[in-house]
């Protein structure tokens, strides 16, 4: 279908009138496109690199992140985000965060954003002590508290949304993973999990997503938990659909995180239902809009090995992985790990595209498109879609209406829209840009599409190797 777009940066409306008066129809170029093997830094996608810090009664145990780390994984693994893990054990037995942890909480965020990254983030107030299983008490905090300090932490999430991938659900058992716990289930046998338990889990949730902007979604660690929480049953039937998806409800706004991806028939109880596959039926459907991610945790042939492992990060739509756990289980997959590094998440390429060559300043230029994904995923976080006319002295661009959240994994998009061409005559050449509405500003937080040639690393953009004259 054929629109009319609205042009920024002094690029009018074309009226439909005006559309009208042309009695020809204009020159066009149709263009193909190369696609690429290369493994791309694109950001919310990929492997990441586990980091974690502490908070002592005494105060200790906070490692800040390195700012020359951080930018080395970008720069040298093309590894865009990190996992930052947030214990908080001198809290767990007090209701007010001292005000130096936050400050050190925002002083990740910046490094972080100077680095070009993106943070998964989980918050944990314990670790497993000596022996298994684990003994009690655990360590982490009664809900009240939990959700006082949610509160606490609610502006740094605000502020820095703009990094933040996505939230892990934490705070509840070790390591934040619901499960061995002192409040939330029975601490002697904790897949006893009573009714006010389960209010007390979505209080926490709820917390979290009050917490953070609404384009900010959270995971929990299981399918059951978003299943018993948010009141939906197992398999397609409960999972989300593409009317519902991107709303702004809790449902739309909750994912999943596998932690123990491949270690056994179910994941070590990351799935529950009987038979096993609704569980994961409806995280395939799920998982179309909201991110799956996590970690491998144990070899499991043959299960764990490639075939098996390959097939079921593509029907979950897996955004992300653990680059450094479990090593044993990624050392199987061998050269294949960079299938990995190329298909976590989504990967954009342009197939073809048709452009309208010569225009009037402000005259009608159309521009049809087919983007395909080559990922296992979409992205999940908004991102823009820009049109930009650019040579040696004007740069304009064109807000078009689309949203690469729908660009399906192994579907190709057709997008076509007219706009305005620039109101100041010249030669254009012209080019896509998916910047992240939050870092327009920063090149590095744009989408690169997997072509060769297309990529202009100082701006962002993707070059469509096609051209607009203009007057």
């Known amino acids: 279908m054929r ?30 496109y190369a696609s690429t093997d290369e ?6 996608r990929g492997f990441y690199h586990h980091t974690e810090t502490h908070y002592r009664a005494d105060g200790t145990g906070y490692v800040p992140l390195d700012l020359t780390t951080l930018r ?5 693994e093309n590894i865009t985000q990190i996992l930052r893990l947030f214990y908080l054990e001198k809290f767990s037995k007090q209701d007010v965060i001292d005000q130096h942890y936050l400050d050190l909480v925002r002083a990740d965020f910046r490094t972080a954003r100077a680095a070009g990254v993106k943070m998964i983030v989980r918050f944990a107030y314990a670790l497993p002590g000596d022996g298994w299983p684990p003994p009690t008490p655990y360590g982490d905090a009664p809900v009240a508290r939990v959700v006082k300090q949610i509160q606490q932490l609610t502006p740094i999430l605000r502020e820095n949304s703009d990094v933040i991938a996505v939230v892990q659900a934490g705070f509840v058992g070790l390591w934040g993973e619901g499960y061995y716990t002192d409040y939330f289930s029975d601490p002697q046998d904790p897949s006893v999990v009573t009714d006010q338990n389960w209010a007390d889990r979505k209080a926490v949730v709820m917390a979290e997503l009050k917490a953070l902007p609404k384009d900010r979604m959270i995971q929990v660690r299981t399918p059951y938990m978003k ?46 239902s009987d038979p096993i596959e609704l569980d994961k039926d409806f995280v395939a459907q799920d998982t179309n809009y909201v991110p799956e991610g996590g970690e491998t945790c144990a070899v499991n042939s043959p299960r764990s090995d490639w075939e098996s492992a390959s097939a079921e990060m593509a029907r979950l739509h897996f955004s992300f992985l653990n ?22 998440g989504y990967r954009f390429a342009l197939a073809q595209s048709t452009v309208t060559t010569k225009a009037q300043p402000r005259g009608d230029v159309r521009v049809d498109l087919q983007v395909r994904n080559d990922g296992w995923a979409a992205p999940y976080n ?19 209406p689309a949203d690469p959240r729908r660009w399906g994994a192994g579907t190709m998009t057709n997008l076509d829209w007219r ?15 998916l910047p992240d509405p939050l870092l327009s500003t920063r090149p590095e937080y744009s989408i690169r599409l997997a072509n060769d040639g297309t990529w202009q690393p100082s701006t962002g953009y993707n070059d469509l190797g096609q051209t607009v004259t203009v007057g």
Not at 39 to 44: G, K, L, S, T
Not at 72 to 76: A, G, I, L, S
Not at 229 to 254: C, E, F, H, I
Not at 323 to 344: A, H, P, S
């Open 3 to 32: 629109r009319l777009v609205t042009a920024v940066a002094a690029i009018g409306l074309l009226l439909p009138t005006q559309a009208a008066m042309a009695h020809n129809d204009p020159p066009t170029t149709t263009r193909t």
């Open 39 to 44: 493994v791309i830094a694109n950001p919310e």
């Open 72 to 76: 080395n994984f970008r720069t040298q």
């Open 227 to 272: 299943q018993r929480m948010l009141g939906v049953p197992t398999g397609t039937a409960g999972a989300l659909t593409a009317a519902q998806a991107y709303d702004g409800s809790p449902l739309a706004r909750v994912g999943h995180h596998n932690d123990c991806f491949l270690a056994s028939p179910d994941d070590f109880g990351t799935y529950l």
């Open 323 to 344: 680059i450094e756990y479990n090593q044993d289980v990624l050392d199987t997959w061998g050269d294949n790990l960079t299938t990995v590094k190329q298909k976590l």
């Open 382 to 400: 908004p991102h823009q879609v820009q049109l930009i006319f650019q040579n040696d002295k004007h740069t304009f661009k064109v807000n078009v």
């Open 419 to 433: 706009v305005a061409a620039p109101p100041v005559p010249g030669k254009y050449r012209l080019f896509l840009n």
